[in-house]
């Protein structure tokens, strides 16, 4: 007999800000789909939990995406991010509805809050996933849901599968660009429930005198269609490989390596230190593969690399690879692309 019977449904935080959506909150709620699709006898649905003040209005944008039921918790004490009221509430949430699994986005805000929800539940977390499944042979011997989460360790050289069997929710923080957006459906419907929290004191331990708006980068290259990237062996070419994502109509993006020694800055690298981007076409140069950056851009459409050793390990997730120098390749790339552009 299951021992969680009174627990059910997958839960995704939907973070917001200024009553913008996180994009991330959409794609966990699209994989959350995908997971209770794997396990339709024990009916879950997806539920959203939106806090914030005013925010009623965005439950029908998250049931468009996806969600089959949104919580909203509309106070003023949430109009803006504090840990403090933020996870009281949500942790409030968990316990009245008792889900199954508690989905969170790995951004600066889930990274603080999801601990400390985990932690007032006594359950475990599994940080930085890249990979959620259902044990369906699980499942079907124990007629309860296990996820099995997968997640980098040792820097990234290695992957561990996390399960926790024997508390719930089951929660994890998800890095964003892992999972892949569903397109929206504006004709789904769903059940709205607002839910008022007891606060058990409305005074603030910490309060934020001033709000300085984080000087924003001159690209975001998780929404870049086109991507160029740069590893070490690409150093002494730089400006021909900006001439390659120019000619393309894409965008520059590196390697920590790259980062370290210096040529260009940290809002540029892809990987587990980095960010995760999905684009339709991923062009390596001088990247010799390894884990911690394919982590970051291994779901592009189309990977094309290039690289002076035959033995590199970007070639093994590789669509496309040349072998040979990027300052004797990239030159002829941006004349090859020219005259297509040209014909």
Not at 143 to 159: A, C, I, K, M, W
Not at 184 to 202: A, I, M, N
Not at 209 to 228: F, Q, R, S
Not at 304 to 324: T, Y
């Amino acid at each position: 007999m299951a021992r969680f019977e009174e627990y059910k449904d997958i839960f995704v935080f939907v973070e917001q800000e200024n009553g913008n959506i996180a994009e991330v909150s959409y794609e966990l709620i699209s994989e959350a789909r995908k997971l209770v699709a794997s396990i339709p006898e024990f009916g879950y649905k997806v539920v959203g939990v939106l806090l914030g003040e005013n925010v009623k209005e965005k439950a029908q944008e998250v049931i468009s995406h996806g969600a089959d039921k949104v919580i909203v918790v509309d106070d003023a004490l949430l109009k803006d991010y504090s840990t403090q009221f933020y996870a009281d509430a949500l942790t409030q949430v968990v316990l009245a509805h008792k889900p199954d699994s508690m989905l969170t986005g790995a951004t600066p805000l889930g990274r603080d809050l999801a601990p400390r929800v985990a932690a007032r539940l006594n359950v475990g977390l599994t940080a930085d996933a890249t990979k959620i499944e259902v044990d369906l042979e699980y499942a079907k011997e124990n007629g309860e849901s296990l996820l099995d989460v997968t997640r980098p360790t040792f820097g990234g050289n290695l992957f561990g599968t996390i399960v926790c069997k024997d508390t719930r929710p089951q929660m994890a923080t998800i890095r964003p660009k892992v999972f892949e957006l569903a397109p929206t459906d504006t004709t789904r419907t769903g059940e709205v429930e607002e839910f008022t929290p007891t606060w058990r004191t409305t005074d603030p331990q910490v309060f934020v005198e001033k709000v300085i708006e984080k000087v924003k980068a001159d690209v975001d290259i998780t929404k870049a269609d086109i991507l160029v990237g740069a590893g070490r062996g690409a150093e002494n070419c730089l400006d021909v490989l900006q001439k390659v994502a120019d000619e393309l109509g894409g965008v520059v993006c590196c390697t920590r390596a790259v980062v370290e020694d210096g040529y260009l800055d940290k809002d540029r690298q892809v990987g587990q230190t980095g960010k995760t981007v999905r684009p339709s076409l991923y062009i390596a140069c001088g990247i010799s593969g390894a884990v911690q950056h394919c982590a970051g851009m291994d779901k592009s459409d189309l990977i094309i690399s290039i690289n002076r050793d035959p033995q590199a390990e970007i070639f093994n997730i590789s669509n496309m690879g040349f072998v040979g120098d990027c300052a004797t390749v990239l030159p002829l790339l941006v004349e090859s692309i020219k005259a297509a552009k040209a014909e």
